[in-house]
Protein backbone atom coordinates (compact mmCIF):
# COMPACT_ATOMS: atom_id res chain seq x y z
CA UNK A 1 0.00 0.00 0.00
CA UNK A 2 1.03 3.88 -0.07
CA UNK A 3 3.35 4.77 2.88
CA UNK A 4 0.03 6.87 4.00
CA UNK A 5 -2.21 4.20 4.00
CA UNK A 6 -0.07 1.56 5.86
CA UNK A 7 -1.22 2.57 9.32
CA UNK A 8 -5.06 2.63 8.13
CA UNK A 9 -4.86 -0.82 6.91
CA UNK A 10 -3.43 -1.98 9.65
CA UNK A 11 -5.92 -0.75 11.91
CA UNK A 12 -9.24 -1.16 9.58
CA UNK A 13 -7.94 -5.27 9.51
CA UNK A 14 -8.02 -5.40 13.25
CA UNK A 15 -11.49 -3.38 13.39
CA UNK A 16 -13.13 -4.84 10.79
CA UNK A 17 -12.24 -8.44 10.45
CA UNK A 18 -10.58 -9.30 13.94
CA UNK A 19 -6.55 -9.36 12.43
CA UNK A 20 -3.26 -8.38 13.48
CA UNK A 21 -1.15 -7.54 10.99
CA UNK A 22 1.96 -6.41 11.65
CA UNK A 23 4.24 -3.65 9.82
CA UNK A 24 8.11 -5.13 9.88
CA UNK A 25 10.65 -2.54 10.56
CA UNK A 26 13.47 -4.34 10.07
CA UNK A 27 14.11 -7.57 6.81
CA UNK A 28 13.31 -10.01 9.51
CA UNK A 29 9.68 -9.28 10.14
CA UNK A 30 8.74 -9.85 6.82
CA UNK A 31 8.18 -13.54 7.71
CA UNK A 32 5.36 -12.23 10.19
CA UNK A 33 1.89 -14.10 9.19
CA UNK A 34 0.28 -10.96 8.28
CA UNK A 35 2.28 -8.12 7.40
CA UNK A 36 1.18 -4.82 5.84
CA UNK A 37 3.70 -2.76 4.33
CA UNK A 38 4.27 0.14 1.46
CA UNK A 39 5.92 -1.27 -1.62
CA UNK A 40 8.52 1.41 -1.28
CA UNK A 41 9.87 0.05 1.81
CA UNK A 42 9.54 -3.37 0.47
CA UNK A 43 11.65 -2.38 -2.20
CA UNK A 44 14.79 -1.72 -0.35
CA UNK A 45 17.63 -3.70 -0.89
CA UNK A 46 17.53 -6.24 2.35
CA UNK A 47 13.77 -6.16 2.72
CA UNK A 48 13.00 -7.67 -1.24
CA UNK A 49 15.68 -10.09 -0.58
CA UNK A 50 13.95 -11.78 1.99
CA UNK A 51 11.01 -11.02 0.52
CA UNK A 52 11.80 -12.85 -3.21
CA UNK A 53 12.96 -16.12 -0.80
CA UNK A 54 9.43 -16.65 1.00
CA UNK A 55 6.60 -18.20 -0.37
CA UNK A 56 3.16 -15.63 0.04
CA UNK A 57 -0.26 -17.62 0.30
CA UNK A 58 -1.76 -14.23 -0.74
CA UNK A 59 -0.29 -10.87 -1.91
CA UNK A 60 -2.87 -7.62 -1.69
CA UNK A 61 -1.96 -4.32 -3.81
CA UNK A 62 -3.73 -1.48 -3.19
CA UNK A 63 -3.51 1.40 -5.24
CA UNK A 64 -2.63 -0.86 -8.29
CA UNK A 65 -3.27 1.29 -10.97
CA UNK A 66 0.44 2.52 -9.56
CA UNK A 67 1.75 -1.00 -11.32
CA UNK A 68 0.27 0.38 -14.56
CA UNK A 69 4.13 0.48 -15.82
CA UNK A 70 5.75 -2.79 -16.56
CA UNK A 71 9.51 -1.06 -16.48
CA UNK A 72 8.90 0.15 -13.14
CA UNK A 73 10.59 -1.31 -9.76
CA UNK A 74 6.78 -1.33 -8.89
CA UNK A 75 5.58 -3.52 -11.25
CA UNK A 76 8.96 -5.70 -11.39
CA UNK A 77 8.95 -6.54 -7.47
CA UNK A 78 4.90 -8.08 -7.51
CA UNK A 79 5.63 -9.59 -10.81
CA UNK A 80 8.59 -11.55 -9.08
CA UNK A 81 7.46 -12.57 -5.93
CA UNK A 82 6.41 -15.74 -5.23
CA UNK A 83 2.78 -16.16 -4.77
CA UNK A 84 -0.04 -18.45 -4.82
CA UNK A 85 -2.94 -15.74 -4.78
CA UNK A 86 -2.45 -11.68 -6.01
CA UNK A 87 -5.45 -9.52 -5.22
CA UNK A 88 -5.08 -6.16 -7.07
CA UNK A 89 -7.20 -3.29 -6.01
CA UNK A 90 -7.88 -0.02 -7.84
CA UNK A 91 -10.55 2.64 -8.05
CA UNK A 92 -9.03 3.62 -11.84
CA UNK A 93 -7.70 1.21 -13.81
CA UNK A 94 -7.40 2.65 -16.86
CA UNK A 95 -6.43 6.56 -16.30
CA UNK A 96 -4.40 6.68 -19.89
CA UNK A 97 -4.28 4.39 -22.14
CA UNK A 98 -5.26 0.35 -22.34
CA UNK A 99 -1.28 -0.71 -22.06
CA UNK A 100 -1.48 0.36 -18.45
CA UNK A 101 -4.85 -2.33 -18.12
CA UNK A 102 -2.97 -4.41 -19.90
CA UNK A 103 0.57 -4.47 -17.36
CA UNK A 104 -2.25 -5.10 -14.49
CA UNK A 105 -3.73 -7.98 -15.89
CA UNK A 106 -0.61 -9.52 -16.85
CA UNK A 107 0.45 -9.66 -13.52
CA UNK A 108 -2.40 -11.21 -12.24
CA UNK A 109 -2.54 -13.87 -15.27
CA UNK A 110 0.10 -13.80 -17.69
CA UNK A 111 -1.28 -14.36 -21.30
CA UNK A 112 -4.72 -13.50 -20.48
CA UNK A 113 -4.33 -10.57 -22.74
CA UNK A 114 -2.07 -12.31 -24.72
CA UNK A 115 0.84 -11.13 -25.68
CA UNK A 116 1.64 -7.48 -25.83
CA UNK A 117 1.80 -7.35 -29.61
CA UNK A 118 -1.08 -9.73 -30.16
CA UNK A 119 -3.39 -7.22 -27.43
CA UNK A 120 -2.51 -3.68 -29.92
CA UNK A 121 -3.45 -5.65 -32.65
CA UNK A 122 -6.85 -6.77 -31.62
CA UNK A 123 -7.80 -3.82 -29.22
CA UNK A 124 -6.43 -0.70 -29.92
CA UNK A 125 -7.19 2.08 -32.23
CA UNK A 126 -4.00 2.98 -33.43
CA UNK A 127 -4.69 6.64 -33.83
CA UNK A 128 -5.87 6.67 -30.11
CA UNK A 129 -4.57 4.32 -27.62
CA UNK A 130 -7.73 4.96 -25.24
CA UNK A 131 -9.75 3.48 -27.82
CA UNK A 132 -11.01 -0.03 -27.98
CA UNK A 133 -11.55 -1.72 -31.20
CA UNK A 134 -13.27 -4.59 -29.67
CA UNK A 135 -14.81 -3.54 -26.16
CA UNK A 136 -17.13 -6.48 -25.87
CA UNK A 137 -14.34 -9.22 -26.63
CA UNK A 138 -11.89 -7.99 -24.10
CA UNK A 139 -14.71 -7.54 -21.45
CA UNK A 140 -15.07 -11.09 -22.01
CA UNK A 141 -11.37 -11.98 -21.21
CA UNK A 142 -11.40 -9.73 -18.21
CA UNK A 143 -14.16 -11.45 -16.75
CA UNK A 144 -12.22 -14.27 -15.68
CA UNK A 145 -10.12 -11.96 -13.75
CA UNK A 146 -11.76 -8.97 -12.82
CA UNK A 147 -14.93 -7.94 -10.29
CA UNK A 148 -15.99 -4.56 -10.97
CA UNK A 149 -18.23 -2.85 -8.32
CA UNK A 150 -19.56 1.02 -9.09
CA UNK A 151 -20.85 3.00 -5.97
CA UNK A 152 -24.30 2.96 -8.12
CA UNK A 153 -24.20 -1.11 -7.55
CA UNK A 154 -23.55 -1.26 -4.48
CA UNK A 155 -25.24 1.83 -2.80
CA UNK A 156 -22.42 3.42 -1.72
CA UNK A 157 -23.09 6.99 -0.94
CA UNK A 158 -21.28 9.93 -0.05
CA UNK A 159 -22.70 13.11 1.66
CA UNK A 160 -22.65 16.36 -0.30
CA UNK A 161 -19.63 18.95 0.39
CA UNK A 162 -19.92 22.96 0.48
CA UNK A 163 -17.10 25.50 -0.07
CA UNK A 164 -17.57 28.90 1.75
CA UNK A 165 -14.79 31.38 1.62
CA UNK A 166 -14.33 34.19 4.30
CA UNK A 167 -12.19 36.79 2.38
CA UNK A 168 -9.87 38.43 5.22
CA UNK A 169 -7.99 41.88 5.17
CA UNK A 170 -4.41 41.91 5.57
CA UNK A 171 -3.52 44.30 8.63
CA UNK A 172 -1.46 47.35 7.46
CA UNK A 173 2.07 45.54 8.43
CA UNK A 174 0.98 42.16 6.97
CA UNK A 175 0.43 44.35 3.61
CA UNK A 176 4.28 45.63 3.94
CA UNK A 177 5.14 42.35 4.10
CA UNK A 178 3.41 41.15 1.01
CA UNK A 179 4.47 43.80 -1.22
CA UNK A 180 7.87 43.55 -0.39
CA UNK A 181 8.15 39.63 -0.91
CA UNK A 182 6.43 39.61 -3.91
CA UNK A 183 8.53 42.73 -5.05
CA UNK A 184 11.76 40.61 -4.39
CA UNK A 185 10.74 37.72 -6.24
CA UNK A 186 10.40 39.44 -9.19
CA UNK A 187 13.46 41.16 -8.80
CA UNK A 188 16.83 41.05 -10.95
CA UNK A 189 18.50 40.65 -7.51
CA UNK A 190 16.68 37.63 -6.20
CA UNK A 191 17.49 36.08 -9.73
CA UNK A 192 21.26 36.76 -9.01
CA UNK A 193 21.85 36.00 -5.24
CA UNK A 194 19.61 32.33 -5.47
CA UNK A 195 20.47 31.54 -9.04
CA UNK A 196 20.98 27.80 -8.41
CA UNK A 197 18.08 27.55 -6.58
CA UNK A 198 15.99 30.52 -7.55
CA UNK A 199 12.53 28.34 -8.42
CA UNK A 200 12.76 26.69 -5.24
CA UNK A 201 13.34 29.73 -3.13
CA UNK A 202 10.84 31.99 -4.78
CA UNK A 203 8.10 29.16 -4.33
CA UNK A 204 8.60 28.84 -0.62
CA UNK A 205 8.66 32.91 -0.39
CA UNK A 206 5.44 32.91 -2.19
CA UNK A 207 3.96 30.34 0.10
CA UNK A 208 4.93 31.32 3.18
CA UNK A 209 3.81 35.00 2.84
CA UNK A 210 0.11 33.56 2.37
CA UNK A 211 0.08 31.22 4.91
CA UNK A 212 1.70 33.14 7.78
CA UNK A 213 4.39 36.26 8.41
CA UNK A 214 5.80 33.68 10.72
CA UNK A 215 6.67 31.15 8.86
CA UNK A 216 8.11 34.09 6.38
CA UNK A 217 10.13 35.32 8.67
CA UNK A 218 12.60 32.18 9.92
CA UNK A 219 13.16 31.54 6.39
CA UNK A 220 14.11 35.30 5.72
CA UNK A 221 16.19 34.78 8.94
CA UNK A 222 18.05 31.57 8.21
CA UNK A 223 17.78 30.84 4.36
CA UNK A 224 17.32 34.29 2.73
CA UNK A 225 19.90 36.60 4.85
CA UNK A 226 23.23 34.21 5.06
CA UNK A 227 23.20 34.06 1.16
CA UNK A 228 23.00 38.00 0.94
CA UNK A 229 26.19 39.33 2.96
CA UNK A 230 25.87 42.77 0.79
CA UNK A 231 24.27 44.72 -2.27
CA UNK A 232 20.65 45.27 -3.26
CA UNK A 233 19.44 42.04 -2.11
CA UNK A 234 20.77 42.90 1.11
CA UNK A 235 19.13 45.61 1.21
CA UNK A 236 15.95 44.01 0.27
CA UNK A 237 16.48 41.21 2.53
CA UNK A 238 16.77 43.69 5.41
CA UNK A 239 14.00 45.32 4.59
CA UNK A 240 11.88 42.34 4.20
CA UNK A 241 13.27 41.16 8.00
CA UNK A 242 12.29 43.66 9.62
CA UNK A 243 8.64 43.79 8.30
CA UNK A 244 8.40 40.64 9.28
CA UNK A 245 9.43 41.37 12.84
CA UNK A 246 6.58 44.39 13.18
CA UNK A 247 3.77 42.60 12.07
CA UNK A 248 2.37 42.05 15.64
CA UNK A 249 -1.53 41.39 14.55
CA UNK A 250 -2.54 38.71 12.30
CA UNK A 251 -5.27 39.44 9.84
CA UNK A 252 -6.67 35.60 9.23
CA UNK A 253 -5.95 34.26 12.57
CA UNK A 254 -8.06 37.17 14.08
CA UNK A 255 -10.58 36.01 12.09
CA UNK A 256 -10.53 32.33 12.77
CA UNK A 257 -10.66 32.85 16.50
CA UNK A 258 -13.73 35.06 16.32
CA UNK A 259 -15.16 32.25 14.48
CA UNK A 260 -13.98 29.59 16.62
CA UNK A 261 -16.01 31.61 19.27
CA UNK A 262 -18.98 32.03 17.88
CA UNK A 263 -19.12 27.82 16.68
CA UNK A 264 -18.75 25.45 19.42
CA UNK A 265 -18.51 22.93 16.22
CA UNK A 266 -15.11 20.84 16.36
CA UNK A 267 -13.50 22.02 12.72
CA UNK A 268 -10.12 20.81 11.45
CA UNK A 269 -8.09 23.49 10.86
CA UNK A 270 -4.75 22.71 8.16
CA UNK A 271 -2.19 24.45 7.33
CA UNK A 272 1.54 23.69 5.64
CA UNK A 273 3.81 24.83 7.53
CA UNK A 274 4.99 24.02 11.28
CA UNK A 275 5.81 27.61 12.46
CA UNK A 276 2.31 29.02 11.18
CA UNK A 277 0.94 25.82 13.32
CA UNK A 278 2.91 27.27 16.46
CA UNK A 279 1.26 30.65 15.85
CA UNK A 280 -2.29 29.37 15.61
CA UNK A 281 -1.32 27.47 18.82
CA UNK A 282 -0.60 30.41 20.60
CA UNK A 283 -3.90 32.58 19.34
CA UNK A 284 -6.38 29.73 20.03
CA UNK A 285 -4.56 29.22 23.38
CA UNK A 286 -5.52 32.96 24.28
CA UNK A 287 -8.96 32.89 22.75
CA UNK A 288 -9.62 30.19 25.35
CA UNK A 289 -10.33 27.23 22.46
CA UNK A 290 -9.30 23.98 23.27
CA UNK A 291 -7.02 22.15 20.96
CA UNK A 292 -4.49 19.87 19.66
CA UNK A 293 -1.98 19.91 17.40
CA UNK A 294 -0.74 16.73 14.26
CA UNK A 295 2.21 17.07 12.61
CA UNK A 296 4.84 14.98 10.60
CA UNK A 297 7.53 15.32 13.28
CA UNK A 298 5.02 13.32 15.90
CA UNK A 299 5.79 9.61 16.77
CA UNK A 300 2.58 6.93 16.02
CA UNK A 301 2.03 6.49 19.36
CA UNK A 302 1.75 10.81 19.79
CA UNK A 303 -0.23 11.24 16.21
CA UNK A 304 -2.62 8.77 17.67
CA UNK A 305 -2.90 9.90 21.34
CA UNK A 306 -3.75 13.82 19.38
CA UNK A 307 -6.64 11.93 17.21
CA UNK A 308 -7.75 10.11 20.71
CA UNK A 309 -8.03 13.64 22.21
CA UNK A 310 -9.99 15.65 19.30
CA UNK A 311 -12.36 12.94 19.04
CA UNK A 312 -12.94 13.58 22.85
CA UNK A 313 -13.01 16.64 24.41
CA UNK A 314 -11.00 19.17 21.94
CA UNK A 315 -12.64 21.24 19.44
CA UNK A 316 -10.26 21.57 16.98
CA UNK A 317 -7.03 19.78 15.46
CA UNK A 318 -4.44 22.14 13.86
CA UNK A 319 -2.89 19.49 11.33
CA UNK A 320 -0.35 20.03 9.10
CA UNK A 321 0.03 18.20 5.74
CA UNK A 322 0.80 14.93 7.48
CA UNK A 323 -2.99 14.74 8.70
CA UNK A 324 -4.34 15.24 5.00
CA UNK A 325 -3.01 11.40 3.89
CA UNK A 326 -4.15 8.25 5.76
CA UNK A 327 -5.96 9.32 8.65
CA UNK A 328 -9.66 8.98 9.20
CA UNK A 329 -11.27 11.92 10.60
CA UNK A 330 -15.10 11.48 9.30
CA UNK A 331 -16.28 12.32 12.93
CA UNK A 332 -15.87 15.72 12.11
CA UNK A 333 -17.71 17.26 9.16
CA UNK A 334 -15.96 20.25 9.19
CA UNK A 335 -12.14 21.79 7.64
CA UNK A 336 -10.65 25.53 7.40
CA UNK A 337 -7.88 25.61 4.92
CA UNK A 338 -5.95 28.42 6.43
CA UNK A 339 -3.58 28.59 3.67
CA UNK A 340 -4.17 26.96 0.07
CA UNK A 341 -1.38 24.54 -1.32
CA UNK A 342 -0.75 25.31 -4.66
CA UNK A 343 -0.82 21.76 -5.41
CA UNK A 344 -5.08 20.44 -5.91
CA UNK A 345 -4.35 17.24 -4.74
CA UNK A 346 -3.28 18.26 -1.55
CA UNK A 347 -6.57 20.16 -1.33
CA UNK A 348 -8.62 17.08 -1.96
CA UNK A 349 -6.68 15.27 0.64
CA UNK A 350 -7.38 17.52 2.82
CA UNK A 351 -11.23 17.34 2.29
CA UNK A 352 -10.44 13.17 2.00
CA UNK A 353 -10.09 12.83 5.90
CA UNK A 354 -13.68 14.05 6.68
CA UNK A 355 -15.42 13.48 3.01
CA UNK A 356 -15.08 9.57 3.20
CA UNK A 357 -17.55 6.19 4.09
CA UNK A 358 -18.60 6.80 7.45
CA UNK A 359 -19.32 10.57 7.33
CA UNK A 360 -23.03 10.90 7.60
CA UNK A 361 -23.04 14.99 7.88
CA UNK A 362 -22.64 17.49 4.68
CA UNK A 363 -19.17 18.15 4.73
CA UNK A 364 -18.19 21.90 4.92
CA UNK A 365 -14.83 23.39 3.53
CA UNK A 366 -14.04 26.83 4.70
CA UNK A 367 -11.33 28.78 2.83
CA UNK A 368 -9.34 31.85 4.31
CA UNK A 369 -8.03 34.06 1.77
CA UNK A 370 -6.29 37.00 2.34
CA UNK A 371 -7.90 39.79 0.04
CA UNK A 372 -5.63 41.12 -3.14
CA UNK A 373 -3.19 38.29 -2.80
CA UNK A 374 -2.25 35.24 -5.10
CA UNK A 375 -4.40 33.01 -2.93
CA UNK A 376 -7.38 34.88 -4.90
CA UNK A 377 -6.45 33.79 -8.34
CA UNK A 378 -5.32 30.55 -6.45
CA UNK A 379 -8.98 29.82 -5.20
CA UNK A 380 -10.66 30.77 -8.04
CA UNK A 381 -8.75 28.36 -10.21
CA UNK A 382 -9.60 25.12 -7.89
CA UNK A 383 -13.08 26.15 -7.42
CA UNK A 384 -14.58 27.97 -10.66
CA UNK A 385 -12.11 26.18 -13.14
CA UNK A 386 -11.08 22.71 -11.76
CA UNK A 387 -14.70 22.75 -9.71
CA UNK A 388 -12.59 20.68 -6.93
CA UNK A 389 -14.96 21.28 -4.27
CA UNK A 390 -17.53 19.68 -6.44
CA UNK A 391 -16.14 16.69 -7.52
CA UNK A 392 -16.75 12.99 -6.69
CA UNK A 393 -14.29 11.62 -4.44
CA UNK A 394 -11.40 10.51 -6.11
CA UNK A 395 -11.91 12.28 -9.46
CA UNK A 396 -9.24 15.06 -9.11
CA UNK A 397 -6.27 13.05 -9.65
CA UNK A 398 -7.96 11.10 -12.93
CA UNK A 399 -8.64 15.17 -14.21
CA UNK A 400 -5.32 16.53 -13.74
CA UNK A 401 -2.62 13.33 -14.48
CA UNK A 402 0.34 14.14 -15.20
CA UNK A 403 -0.16 17.90 -14.92
CA UNK A 404 2.25 19.91 -12.60
CA UNK A 405 -0.14 22.90 -11.63
CA UNK A 406 2.80 23.75 -8.79
CA UNK A 407 5.08 24.51 -11.48
CA UNK A 408 2.94 26.11 -14.06
CA UNK A 409 1.90 28.53 -11.33
CA UNK A 410 5.38 29.46 -10.14
CA UNK A 411 6.09 29.91 -14.09
CA UNK A 412 3.39 32.25 -14.49
CA UNK A 413 3.74 33.83 -11.48
CA UNK A 414 7.64 34.64 -12.33
CA UNK A 415 6.50 35.76 -15.78
CA UNK A 416 3.97 38.24 -14.72
CA UNK A 417 4.87 41.78 -14.02
CA UNK A 418 2.60 42.37 -10.80
CA UNK A 419 -0.77 40.44 -9.42
CA UNK A 420 -3.39 41.48 -11.48
CA UNK A 421 -1.44 40.16 -14.50
CA UNK A 422 -0.93 36.75 -12.64
CA UNK A 423 -4.71 36.61 -11.87
CA UNK A 424 -5.54 37.04 -16.03
CA UNK A 425 -2.90 34.66 -16.58
CA UNK A 426 -3.85 32.16 -14.03
CA UNK A 427 -7.53 32.30 -15.90
CA UNK A 428 -6.11 31.49 -18.93
CA UNK A 429 -4.42 28.54 -17.33
CA UNK A 430 -7.64 27.56 -15.97
CA UNK A 431 -9.09 27.30 -19.17
CA UNK A 432 -6.29 24.95 -19.86
CA UNK A 433 -7.61 22.53 -16.79
CA UNK A 434 -10.97 22.66 -17.74
CA UNK A 435 -10.63 20.84 -20.91
CA UNK A 436 -8.49 18.18 -19.47
CA UNK A 437 -11.79 18.00 -17.45
CA UNK A 438 -13.61 17.37 -20.91
CA UNK A 439 -10.61 14.73 -21.10
CA UNK A 440 -11.66 13.36 -18.21
CA UNK A 441 -15.12 12.92 -19.00
CA UNK A 442 -14.25 11.55 -22.22
CA UNK A 443 -12.24 8.66 -20.02
CA UNK A 444 -14.55 7.93 -18.03
CA UNK A 445 -17.16 7.31 -20.95
CA UNK A 446 -13.95 4.67 -21.95
CA UNK A 447 -13.91 3.31 -18.87
CA UNK A 448 -17.70 2.75 -19.43
CA UNK A 449 -17.46 1.20 -22.65
CA UNK A 450 -14.96 -1.39 -21.71
CA UNK A 451 -15.35 -2.70 -18.17
CA UNK A 452 -19.13 -1.86 -18.01
CA UNK A 453 -20.59 -5.66 -17.40
CA UNK A 454 -17.07 -6.71 -16.41
CA UNK A 455 -17.77 -8.74 -13.36
CA UNK A 456 -16.70 -12.47 -11.88
CA UNK A 457 -17.93 -15.60 -12.98
CA UNK A 458 -18.71 -15.38 -16.90
CA UNK A 459 -16.80 -17.16 -19.63
CA UNK A 460 -13.84 -15.39 -21.46
CA UNK A 461 -11.81 -17.04 -24.15
CA UNK A 462 -9.06 -19.16 -23.71
CA UNK A 463 -5.90 -17.03 -23.62
CA UNK A 464 -3.02 -19.06 -25.97
CA UNK A 465 -1.17 -20.02 -22.98
CA UNK A 466 -3.24 -22.40 -20.40
CA UNK A 467 -2.60 -20.92 -16.78
CA UNK A 468 -5.02 -22.08 -13.58
CA UNK A 469 -8.10 -21.06 -12.71
CA UNK A 470 -8.70 -17.72 -11.18
CA UNK A 471 -11.00 -16.95 -8.49
CA UNK A 472 -12.67 -13.16 -9.08
CA UNK A 473 -10.03 -10.94 -9.46
CA UNK A 474 -7.60 -12.76 -6.69
CA UNK A 475 -5.58 -14.42 -9.47
CA UNK A 476 -3.74 -18.02 -8.44
CA UNK A 477 -0.27 -16.04 -9.36
CA UNK A 478 2.01 -16.59 -11.53
CA UNK A 479 5.45 -14.67 -12.81
CA UNK A 480 5.16 -12.41 -16.33
CA UNK A 481 7.90 -13.25 -18.75
Known sequence: APASLVSQWRDEMETKFDLE??????????????????????????????LLKMQHELVIVDEAHNLKNHRTQNWKLVNALRKKFLLLLSATPIQNDLIELFNMITLLRPGQLFTLGQFKDAFLDPKDPRKCKDPERLKLLLKAVMVRNRR????????????????????????????????FVRSPEFAQVYEDNARLVAMAILKQVSSSVQS????????????????????AIAELRDACHAVKKVGKAERLCDQLRQDAEKCIVFTQYRRTQTMLEERLKLADVSFVSFHGEMSRPEKDAAVAAFRSDRRVLIATESAGQGVNLQHCRRIVNYDLPWNPMRVEQRIGRVHRLGQTQEVQVVNLIAKDTLEVALLDLLDRKIELFRLIVGELDMILGRTRVEDDLLDIYLGSKNDDEFKKRVDKYGDDLVALRKDYEAAKALDARVLDGVGGGGKAPAPPTPTPALVVAAAPAKKAP
Open 21 to 50: FHIPTDASEWSKRLVVASIDSAKGARNQQA
Open 152 to 183: TEVGIQFVPRRAATVNVDLEPEERRVYDLATR
Open 216 to 235: LAFTVDEKLAPRAKDGPAAK
